[in-house]
């Protein structure tokens, strides 16, 4: 079975925030590269909560649609 979480996601290392997020901004996701599964997704107020796992296609789409505009700021 494929896991889709991480319970506490502290216990993984090398997590990442956009370099586009400032110091002072609370509002972020980090992601984990190079996990086995997919791309661990976390919220970056809650290091010792829960990550989802995203498929890496999923994800590179999503990251791909961002880059473009495809959302509305």
């Known amino acids: ?29 980090e992601v984990l590269d190079h996990f086995p599964s997919g791309v661990p997704v976390r919220d970056s107020k809650n290091p010792h909560g829960p990550a989802v796992i995203v498929p890496a296609s999923a994800w590179s789409t999503f990251v791909t649609a961002i880059r473009s505009g495809g959302f509305p700021s």
């Open 1 to 29: 079975m494929t896991e889709h979480s991480i319970p506490d996601a502290s216990i993984a290392t090398g997590w990442r925030k956009s370099s586009y997020s400032g110091p002072d901004q609370g509002s972020c996701v």
